[in-house]
């Protein structure tokens, strides 16, 4: 048995990257109980709508980097490959560029809007757009080749930079503007480790090929891209709006121990996130229905299991889970912390039927995903009163999401089967 498993090129890159996701994990949640305790909630609320903001730009990056992991994995000519990524990087950069000038007109709006206590999360917000940009491409580049192991010592250099660099800047008197400094500077780090570990391999100032341009590789790619905002923007609506809207709905106080408590339970989401990032390398349209399946189905064991698990520590121990985490401040809303946790799990389930789509470009998650988004906003809107409501909008939306994919999965392996006969 020990001997398949190792043959096992799923369950080998994925326990490379587990192991290395889990160290990151670990730096990741200790960055929290940190900041929880050097900080006041409300300031600590600053820092969670900080990165909220860059999970939800992320949606963007996210798009590029899985078709320029796709392009990688699957391009054969390298000077063909650089010179794409090349196009889709200055595409990327123009975007960023129109996307910051907005924000930055919009600062002072978006602090009311959010209740934030200064201006710095939203200027720090453009300064990581712009590191983003250039980090992107490297890291899809090794995510492509399935360097997993590398793809994950770029995790460990920005878990343990925050925690370095946040942790002696806030120290230093500089508040929440000081973990947000701190984040910025290892996004730094990740950059220059990125560049080191690719310069000699990927180009990305590469002269156009007018063949490749002309071929409209670019364009078929762009309209790929797009398809992968609207699935992977469902995904990180539904993990990430939380601290927003109740960031925007409650008080300063409320929300920053609220955010605590949603900074635990992603703990599920980013635990499983290994699966997904695996699940999309292995899953091909050239595969065999067959082989597909048994990723997919592997994928969905191991994240049940895992989840499951992390899920029942929530129910049974969910104070002493707060308060080694957070401390006695954050006591007060454990009791949220199991329904956060099924909600985080929903959504990692939910991911992972995306990402499987995506791999195998079903086009039909561009209007899926708008009726996601619209439910989630719809019952948000009808539920708002209490934090508890805003969550049970959340659980119910996250709910028929899963249940829909689960019927799309059925229907296309059913269709795939009967067009093989």
């Not at 009163?385 to 659980?395: G, K």
């Amino acid at each position: 048995m020990i001997n398949t498993l190792k043959k096992d090129t799923f369950l080998r890159h994925y326990a490379i990257f587990f192991s290395g996701s889990m160290v990151v994990a670990v730096l990741n949640y200790f960055f929290y109980p940190i900041l929880s305790r050097i900080l006041l909630p409300a300031d600590f609320g600053d820092v969670q709508v900080y990165l909220s903001l860059i999970t939800q730009a992320g949606i963007l990056f996210g798009a590029f980097t899985i078709v320029a992991a796709n392009i990688t994995a699957n391009s054969e000519n390298q000077y063909e490959r650089n010179t794409i990524l090349t196009e889709l990087k200055r595409i990327c950069f123009w975007i960023v560029c129109v996307a910051s000038i907005f924000l930055l007109f919009g600062a002072p709006y978006l602090r009311g809007f959010l209740n934030l206590s200064s201006i710095y999360p939203l200027l720090g917000l453009i300064l990581a757009l712009f590191l983003s940009t250039n980090a992107t491409f490297r890291n899809a580049f090794l995510q492509g080749n399935s360097n997993f192991f590398e793809l994950s010592l770029s995790g460990f250099v920005s878990s343990a930079g925050r925690i370095v660099f946040a942790v002696l800047l806030v120290w230093l008197g500089m508040t929440s503007s000081g973990a947000i400094a701190g984040i910025l500077l290892a996004q730094g780090a990740v950059l220059y480790y990125l560049f080191m570990r690719t310069r000699n391999q990927l180009d990305l100032n590469s002269r156009a090929n007018i063949h490749v341009l002309e071929g409209g590789t670019i364009k078929k790619e762009l309209l790929y891209g797009l398809l992968i905002i609207f699935a992977t923007g469902l995904v990180t609506f539904i993990h990430t709006s939380d601290i927003l809207i109740i960031k925007h709905l409650f008080d300063a106080n409320d929300a920053g121990i609220y955010s605590g408590i949603s900074a635990i339970a992603k703990i599920i989401f980013f635990l499983l996130s290994p699966i997904v990032a695996v699940l999309f390398s292995s899953i091909k349209i050239k595969n065999t229905q067959k082989e597909n399946f048994h990723i997919m189905i592997k994928s969905l064991v191991i994240s049940l299991c895992l989840g499951g698990v992390t899920l029942l520590i929530f129910y049974y121990f969910s104070d002493t889970t707060v308060k080694v985490l957070l401390g006695e401040n954050y006591r007060g809303s454990a009791y949220l912390l199991p329904k956060v946790g099924l909600i985080m799990l929903l959504c990692s389930l939910v991911n992972i039927f995306v990402y499987y789509f995506l791999a195998l470009r079903r086009f039909f998650l561009i209007g899926l995903s708008v009726l996601g988004v619209l439910s989630v906003v719809g019952l948000l809107f009808l539920r708002n009163d209490s934090i508890d409501a805003v969550l049970n909008s959340l659980l119910i939306s996250s709910g028929i999401l899963l249940a829909l994919l689960v019927v799309f999965y059925v229907k296309d392996h059913f269709n795939r089967h009967t067009s093989l006969q």
